[in-house]
């Protein structure tokens, strides 16, 4: 597998770093410079060689230590001089992860790229609850989408709300932010019921998760959880959740060590 003058754009997955993917943990232990985002695990970063080159080049909360057009600079010059370089996302890189606008920038440049798919935070944080996000009986649809405003694709308007709010339906929403009331009021004038069920899970599958289950009328309720975070809103979610609204720690099994 030739590396030189490319880019692997990795998925690091949401956590547990049982979840990488056998390539990616290839790649990570191969590598010679690795930009990673400031959501990825250490216990993941920690994975890459000794003698690898590690920038955080993560932007989170509004916070920005670095900008966009800095990372893409930094991945363009060393491809260029041949360094094998790993552009390590959280999730998956081609969810919410910006890896569109790094695609452009390598293809303006000529340098080649490969992706790695890695497991998103929106279907890990299902499954760390038990949960299906489609049944045949009652939602076969599954619409992944955020609430952070990014130009014209981000939902934030009633309007926008009625084209998706159906109850056969799985919402999988990223960065929901902490205005849930807002959230609440949009959601219930779009038409979906009071009690179609929800679940916020902060930190899906790491070892300090938490989830709080509850429906959409208690949304704004509900209390303020760690970043990244995800809501889980759908009738497929019922048969494993609890019917009244309260924070639930799921069962988890234990971590093994991931060899190195």
Known sequence: MTTAGIVYFVGAGPGDPELLTLKAHALLRRADVVLHDDLV?????AIAQQTAQIVNVGKRCGTKSITQAQINRLMIDAAARGIFVLRLKSGDPGVFGRLAEEISALEAAGIPYEIVPGVTAGIAAAASIGASLTDRRS??????????????????????????????????????????????????????????????VSRATAPNQREWVTTISALDQAPPVDPPSVLLLGRSLARSLPQSPHQKRFPRSELVSFPR
């Open 41 to 45: 695990a250490p216990e993941i970063v």
């Open 139 to 200: 939602s076969s649809r599954v619409v992944f989408l955020t609430r952070h405003r990014t130009g014209q694709n981000a939902i934030h308007d009633t309007e926008d709300w009625s084209a998706i709010a159906r109850d056969d339906t799985t919402l999988v929403i990223y960065m929901p932010g902490r205005d849930l009331a807002a959230l609440r009021a949009e959601l219930l004038h779009a038409g979906l019921p009071p009690d179609f069920p929800a679940v916020i």
